[in-house]
T-cell receptor, first 109, second 113 residues
Framework: AQRVTQPEKLLSVFKGAPVELKCNYSYSGSPELFWYVQYSRQRLQLLLRHISRESIKGFTADLNKGETSFHLKKPFAQEEDSAMYYCAVIASGTYKYIFGTGTRLKVLA | NAGVTQTPKFQVLKTGQSMTLQCAQDMNHEYMSWYRQDPGMGLRLIHYSVGAGITDQGEVPNGYNVSRSTTEDFPLRLLSAAPSQTSVYFC????????????FGSGTRLTVV
């Protein structure tokens, strides 16, 4: 079955510490992967796409096809990074966009 | 550009009532979707549309209907509201099949009592 797994519901780190939010997927073919962020009581916003290989707000994510992972990383966390983060995938040849269950990141002062 | 506009922002329904959540986008996006967001379950796809006149079911379609008569509008109808439909509902649209990412509306917080 098509699945996106975010194993951590909550991740707490101190300000200035590195952050890694995990995302694993199970799809055949060539999926396209995304990270979205949702700040408190706001709409979801696209953070980054794996095909663009960009860095947004200091976050990066590398697609590892061997491990079927797309972990989100930031070398130095900031308090304003506290939010809910969702990994999402669209399977090649389909129109269905599937989200993981999300990880809440708390950056402590 | 207003982006994706959802109305209403909040709604309380009694069990058995019906209502329509409105979603409109002004970006000429072909693809539109409805999701529900529940604690611990993330976002689950209810219905989606790949263009005017074309809709399909997502993961959790039961109890909901959609139609897409125009490119701009994609309303979600609750046929007979149940407490299990208490959730936050998000509408999203995309220029293509989603590979440029979705633009989300601000959500509708629905409570069914």
């Amino acid at each position: 079955a098509q699945r996106v797994t975010q194993p951590e519901k909550l991740l707490s780190v101190f300000k200035g510490a590195p952050v890694e939010l995990k995302c694993n997927y199970s799809y055949s073919g060539s999926p396209e992967l995304f990270w979205y962020v949702q700040y408190s009581r706001q709409r979801l916003q696209l953070l980054l796409r794996h095909i663009s290989r960009e860095s947004i707000k200091g976050f990066t994510a590398d697609l590892n096809k061997g491990e079927t992972s797309f972990h989100l990383k930031k070398p130095f966390a900031q308090e304003e990074d506290s939010a809910m983060y969702y990994c999402a995938v669209i399977a090649s040849g389909t129109y269905k966009y599937i989200f993981g269950t999300g990880t809440r990141l708390k950056v402590l002062a | 550009n207003a982006g994706v506009t959802q109305t209403p922002k909040f709604q309380v329904l009694k069990t058995g009532q019906s209502m329509t959540l409105q979603c409109a986008q002004d970006m000429n996006h072909e693809y539109m979707s409805w999701y529900r967001q529940d604690p611990g379950m993330g976002l689950r796809l209810i219905h989606y549309s790949v263009g005017a006149g074309i809709t399909d079911q997502g993961e959790v379609p039961n109890g909901y209907n959609v139609s897409r008569s125009t490119t701009e509008d994609f309303p979600l109808r609750l046929l007979s509201a149940a407490p299990s439909q208490t959730s936050v509902y998000f509408c999203a649209s995309s220029y293509s099949k989603g590979n440029y990412g979705y633009t989300f509306g601000s959500g509708t917080r629905l409570t069914v009592v």
